[in-house]
């Protein structure tokens, strides 16, 4: 006899155990499939946790070949031990993970090991090896995530062509590491690798860093990483790749036309990731994929099928933990028949290098392509007393308001603990704040949080205190 659950959602990707988490609470009886040993997901195993893991490791070893002897710290015959680097990181993941299966039997969900697929909209198959479980279930949540979008000209080989999962799990640190492709990942596992000692190349299809961000932060960090030795290939498009035994040659065409060689002994494809459906059986139920490869739903993250919805990184908007978590917990609240909501204008855009890249809300090219008037205050971190304590000063914190109401649009940053520091911002535009709210708030001193009240005040009227 199968089991039966109200809800069973597939993937325990950050979108789907959270999502199972809040069903659970909800009090529906819950269960969550995963085709991996371990819960998680793409996140807490070959993403966020492992990358942040490294790039807060390198960026010690990293401060304390450049930065100790300002503060007056000597230190002597400063090695690299990259096996315990590596070997803090899986213990991070290792952590991580458990943690997962202790917040599933907390919350008393049945974890199913195997490849979840569908029978029909209520009846799915968990299939381990030779083993096939079948349940039945009221509800189904799809969280099956993404997966890294291959290169055609470039195949992966898992040796000299990369991608990120083995990125975050090399035995050595590589000479020279061309990186295809200069996002998000491009640039935090670009900046890991350089400040071990790497020297690190990127070709990049558009004409600079972090391209999809406010143009201002992908100019900024290229000028912050210019101590590592870091070369670019902007708007320049790979055609193939030749590997032998010890490198890898990038072959590439720049905007003149001209051929390009690159050669490396590891090359990262770090185009992008594309959602994940294979082996679901989505045709069973009727479910197509749009030409992206993603799941279409509704308002309520419904598919075709009504009983069928889907969250996370299989679904339209930012590949985000963030975005994807917080889809999971309100598509359990809408199934439960609480009005669910969630504001895509403010979920928030991190880059984990150093200096940290933050944003929220529109970019100045978004508003210009809307026509919208807008006003701008920027603050240099460089006029921030506690910057300069920390000896942290590079990078700005930038406002942008409406022309006429002084709502905050969008606020982007580039500097010292951003990440953290975007949540003010984000608080701020979910609740309709002015510049001059921020503004006119007492923020604590010496804090780099200052910068966000200067820059408010200079988008105010141009009211920013220490510039
Ligand atoms: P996933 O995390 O991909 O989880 C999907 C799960 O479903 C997987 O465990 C998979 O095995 C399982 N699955 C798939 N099909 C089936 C099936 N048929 N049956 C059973 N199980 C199945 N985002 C951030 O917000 N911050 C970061 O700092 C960050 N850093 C990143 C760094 C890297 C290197 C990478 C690659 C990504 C990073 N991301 C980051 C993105 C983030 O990892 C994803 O947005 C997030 O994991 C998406 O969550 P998800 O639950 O939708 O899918
Ligand atoms: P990305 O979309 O951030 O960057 C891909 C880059 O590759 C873009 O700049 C694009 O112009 C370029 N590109 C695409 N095709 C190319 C080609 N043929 N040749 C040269 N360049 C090409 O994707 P990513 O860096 O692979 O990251 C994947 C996803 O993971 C992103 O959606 C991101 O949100 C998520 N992620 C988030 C974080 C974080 O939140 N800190 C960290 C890592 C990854």
Redesign the pocket.
């Known amino acids: 006899m199968s089991d039966t659950f109200d809800l069973v959602v597939?993937?325990?990707?950050?979108?789907?155990?959270?999502a199972a988490i809040r069903g659970a609470q909800l009090g529906m009886k819950t269960a969550i499939?995963?085709?991996?040993p371990?819960?998680?997901?793409?996140?807490?195993?070959?993403?966020?946790?492992?990358?942040?893991a490294l790039l807060d490791s390198s960026e010690h070893y990293h401060m304390a070949n450049t930065k100790f002897q300002t503060h007056g710290i000597d230190v002597k015959d400063i090695k690299l031990n990259f096996k315990q680097m590596m070997a803090r990181k899986n213990d991070v993941v290792d952590n991580t993970t458990k943690g997962i299966e202790f917040l599933m039997d907390k919350n008393k969900i049945k974890v199913l090991k195997?490849?979840?697929?569908f029978k029909d909209a209520n009846t799915l198959e968990?299939v381990n090896g030779k083993k096939v479980e079948t349940v039945t279930t009221k509800n189904v949540m799809?969280?099956?995530?993404?997966?890294?979008t291959p290169l055609p000209p470039v195949p992966f080989d898992g040796k000299r062509v990369i991608?990120?999962?083995e990125?975050?799990n090399l035995d050595k640190v590589p000479k020279h590491m061309v990186i295809i492709g200069a996002g998000?990942?491009g640039v935090?596992?670009g900046s890991v690798y350089a400040r071990l000692g790497a020297k690190v190349t990127f070709v990049e299809f558009m004409d600079g860093l972090i391209p999809t961000m406010d143009k201002e932060l992908g100019k900024h960090l290229k000028r912050a990483l210019k101590h590592y030795d870091m070369d670019y290939h902007f708007k320049t498009k790979v055609t193939g790749a030749k590997v032998s035994k010890n490198d890898v040659t990038v072959i590439a065409e720049n905007k003149k036309g001209e051929e390009v060689t690159i050669k490396g002994d590891v090359c990262l494809v770090?185009i992008g990731?594309r959602p994940?459906?294979?082996?679901?059986?989505l045709e069973n139920i009727g479910v197509a994929v749009d030409d992206r490869g993603r799941i279409p739903i509704n308002d309520h993250f419904q598919t075709s099928v009504p009983n069928v919805y889907a969250?996370?990184?299989?679904?339209a908007g930012?590949?985000?933990?963030?975005?994807?978590?917080e889809?999971?917990a309100v598509c359990a609240e809408i199934m439960a028949g609480q009005k669910g909501h969630l504001n895509y204008l403010t979920i928030p855009?991190?880059?984990?290098t150093w200096p940290e890249v933050a944003a929220v809300g529109y970019t100045e090219e978004q508003l210009k392509e809307q026509g919208r008037a807008y006003k701008k205050g920027s603050f240099p971190f460089k006029a921030s007393g506690r910057a300069r304590a920390s000896e942290e000063s590079d990078g700005f914190v930038k406002v942008l308001s409406d022309t006429e109401t002084d709502e905050i649009l969008g606020v982007h940053m580039i500097g010292p603990r951003a990440a953290d520091m975007i949540s003010e911002a984000l608080v701020a535009m979910e609740y309709r704040a002015s510049a001059e709210d921020i503004g006119m708030m007492v923020h604590p001193h010496p804090t780099f949080s200052e910068a966000v009240k200067e820059a408010a005040l200079g988008a105010t009227a141009d009211r920013a205190i220490h510039i």
């Open positions: 597939i993937g325990a990707g950050p979108g789907g155990y959270v499939i995963e085709k991996e371990t819960l998680g997901g793409t996140c807490l195993n070959w993403g966020c946790i492992p990358s942040k195997g490849l979840g697929r968990v799809i969280a099956t995530g993404s997966e890294v991608g990120s999962n990125a975050v998000v990942i935090e596992l770090a990731r994940y459906t294979e082996g679901l059986g969250i996370g990184d299989v679904v930012p590949m985000l933990a963030h975005k994807a978590s889809e999971g855009g991190v880059v984990y």
